[in-house]
């Protein structure tokens, strides 16, 4: 592991931390650090290659050293020796300087609890938990008094073929938000570009969340419809309702269908729309159901997103097709992908399309069949577990628990126990209730 030592020490004051000018864009209130935008779809391409047919990739394979564009932006952690305090083995020179780490550090406590590296090194019970890679994003006032927006992914590693996790890679990369003078200023030109009709003529209503206006969704697809790998506006996001999104959807699939040229590129856009309107559709569940209602689908739980992409390409689809479509919504959703990524994340991937849908279902099937085999010898074990009631948990312990329960065949509802301490088990029960 010595050799994964990264050199971040040898001069931590040189050089200015916002020093790739060609990634600072000219149109949002946001100065972009190091890297662009696709970083961790680079991470996890390089971690896909590695795998081949493992469960995961083994930890020899990686070189950071023949990563130049990865390995400034990463941290890797080391879980042999102890899953609750994992060793920090490598830290990259840009995500050090970032985080104005001037001294080595081994451990978790050594890290600046206000620092960009304790966000990304704080997910780690995701990937431990999951033992497949992770995506987050967030944001958070730095040592400097500076909101970070962040993005980044957790990729597993092993030491032996189809063993256990025993290394993380964590991969980010950064915005620092405007201040409040610049962020005035770029708002100012951002409602002067929508006067001007740059972004399709369309008046942003003040609420957020306006009644749909068929002339205005027109004018909304107009608009979207030559933005396609693009992300769309926060301004123009914010302006628009679940209907709208799915009505860029569907221009997007049908141009799609009829584009003799490019065709692979408009079918990513169109795929990439879908899972732009699948993320819209998690805040608006009701709306969703209505619309799914409304088109005669009949929902599927064990394949939520398939309704989905049902309702922006159509029922008389090849099925083939919308299952494939599918599960790359569900793949971006398993990396952690935001609004206008996956189009572009289809076209950069190896295997585009094909490449990312075998990897879902592989990593399906590797968790369908470790859950299948281990599912009934458990179940009979916790049925042979006494009952207990509520009241006879101790009062005193960590604020947050994970407890056991068994739904009895008359509907009672039985308590069989209480599991703590264990935070990489509590840090996956909870992102089950937070999503």
Known sequence: MDSLRSNYLSNPSSGNPYEDEDDIP??????????????????????SDLQGGLSMPLIGDLKLDQLPDIAPHAVLMDFSHSVDDPRIVYVGEKLARECGITRDIHHLDDIPHDSMLARVTGQYGQVVANQSPIGFEDEF????????????????????????????????????????????????????AFENGLLGGIELPADPTPAVDPSRRAAIVSALGALHFDEVPDEMAQAMSLADWLASARELAQAARFSADRSRQALYAAIGRAYDFALAAKHSPDELAKLVHDAGIKSQPRAPLLPLVKLVFGLDYDKTRLTEYASALAHAQRTGLGRGELAAYLAEVPGGLKGVVGQERRLRHAHGAKDKGKSEPLAR???????????????????????????????????????????????????????
């Open 381 to 435: 074990q916790l049925r042979q577990l006494n009952h207990r009631a509520l009241h006879d948990l101790p009062t005193e312990g960590a604020e947050f628990t994970v407890l056991v329960a068994r739904r009895l065949p008359d509907g009672t509802i039985a308590l069989l126990g209480e599991v703590d301490e264990d935070p990489a088990l509590l840090s996956r029960a909870a992102q089950h209730l937070i999503q």
């Open 26 to 47: 000219g149109d949002f209130p946001v100065i972009v650090a190091q890297g662009e935008r696709r970083l961790q779809v680079r991470a996890y391409c390089h971690w």
């Open 141 to 192: 006032v730095n040592q400097r008094s500076a909101t970070i927006l962040y993005r980044g992914m957790l990729l597993p590693f092993s030491d032996k073929a189809n063993g256990p996790i025993r290394f993380g890679l964590g991969v980010v990369n950064w915005k620092e938000a405007a201040d409040q003078a610049l962020s005035d200023q770029i708002a100012r030109e951002m409602g002067a």
